[in-house]
């Protein structure tokens, strides 16, 4: 079980640009701010995956008063559908942002609340996070999200299960559900990355090398 602080600040839900990238899907104009230790992220910065570690989240409000509950999630949006895929399977594959992309899950947190002004979580994620590891040069799209968790919010059993602490059910991942679920993002932010002097390969096998949290 991984305790998480996500501490409050301002930020101003007023901003006009978008904070996901183009291509990618679902779309806010509110701000998540995120952190990786010193780093604080601004939508489409560039970071090391080594320095992908887990993160800090800040809810881009401008109000203090937040009485419900919250997931977070991260998304990769540039895996290289060759990486995994078969050609029979490609037809059923969630698209990605780019041509010949899908996507990855790698972070579902869920439980969040708001206490003495920041956000706790001290149950175990439906999905443990996983930094950014890409295998090839390929720049990924990383988003993050802040998505509404209603009281009677239910995931489906068998990722109460543990379905995704396993490798595989990550890949091909769509939000869909869960958008129909709880509504659009309330917040997001984005960053890129790739593994700088590795060829990119797009059909070869992605391995992940990770610790769990």
């Not at 509110?30 to 993160?55: C, K, R």
């Not at 990383?142 to 995704?164: E, I, N, R, S």
Request: proline share 8%.
């Amino acid at each position: 079980m991984h305790t998480t602080t996500l501490i409050s600040l301002c930020i101003s839900a007023g901003t006009a640009m978008a904070q996901t990238a183009a291509g990618v899907w679902p779309q806010t104009k509110t701000n998540l701010g995120v952190s990786f230790g010193d780093n604080i992220i601004t939508p489409g910065a560039w970071i090391e995956p080594n320095d992908t570690t887990y993160p800090t989240v800040y809810p881009g409000y401008s109000t203090s008063s937040y009485p419900g509950t919250y997931m977070l999630m991260m998304v990769d949006y540039d895996v290289a559908d060759s990486a995994f895929a078969t050609l029979d399977q490609y037809s059923s594959l969630v698209p990605g942002r780019l041509v010949n992309t899908t996507t990855r899950l790698h972070w579902w947190g869920w439980n969040y609340t708001l206490q003495d002004g920041k956000f706790i979580n001290t149950s175990n994620a439906l999905a443990s996070y996983h930094p950014a590891q890409p295998a090839t040069s390929r720049v990924h799209d990383f988003t993050l999200f802040l998505f509404d968790q209603p009281q009677d919010y239910a995931p489906p059993q068998d990722v109460l299960d543990g379905l995704l602490e396993e490798h595989d059910p990550r890949h091909n991942f769509t939000l869909a559900p869960i958008v129909e679920a709880v509504g659009n993002p309330l917040a997001a932010t984005y960053f890129w990355s790739s593994t700088p002097g590795v060829p990119d390969n797009s059909s070869a096998t992605y391995t992940y090398s990770w610790e769990k949290i």
